[in-house]
Nanobody, 122 residues
Framework: QVQLAESGGGLVQPGGSLRLSCVASGSIVSINAMGWYRQAPGKQRELVAQITTSGTTDYADSVKGRFTISRDNAKKTVYLQMNNLKPEDTAVYYC????????????????WGQGTQVTVSS
């Protein structure tokens, strides 16, 4: 069974840092672009950062200069280093891939993890 599992969320004070991880498990042969999204209470889910298989990155304007996305293809893992966190960063953070392929040749599209809570508060 294919799964994206996020970890690393928690409670942090403004100005603090957290590192989120998302590990893909199951009989996965390849993973296309990966990204981090977030959803705050009462708001729509929004893209935070994404990274292609070759390492090209893109960020939401609100996190540029503070967040860094990276991936380890061998470990099927994507990371989100979040620095100088602000209260407005509080949200559930979700890992996503637009496409992955299993060893049976089956493709999964727009695949999501369960999310991890990030709370920035003093």
């Amino acid at each position: 069974q294919v799964q994206l599992a996020e970890s690393g969320g928690g409670l942090v004070q403004p100005g603090g840092s957290l590192r989120l991880s998302c590990v893909a498990s199951g009989s996965i042969v390849s993973i296309n672009a990966m990204g981090w999204y977030r959803q705050a209470p009462g708001k729509q889910r929004e893209l935070v950062a994404q990274i292609t298989t070759s390492g090209t990155t893109d960020y939401a304007d609100s996190v540029k200069g503070r967040f860094t996305i990276s991936r380890d293809n061998a470990k099927k893992t994507v990371y989100l280093q979040m620095n100088n966190l602000k209260p407005e960063d509080t949200a559930v953070y979700y890992c996503n891939t637009d496409r992955l392929r299993t060893n049976s040749g089956y493709y999964h599209y727009n695949y999501w993890g369960q999310g991890t809570q990030v709370t920035v508060s003093s």
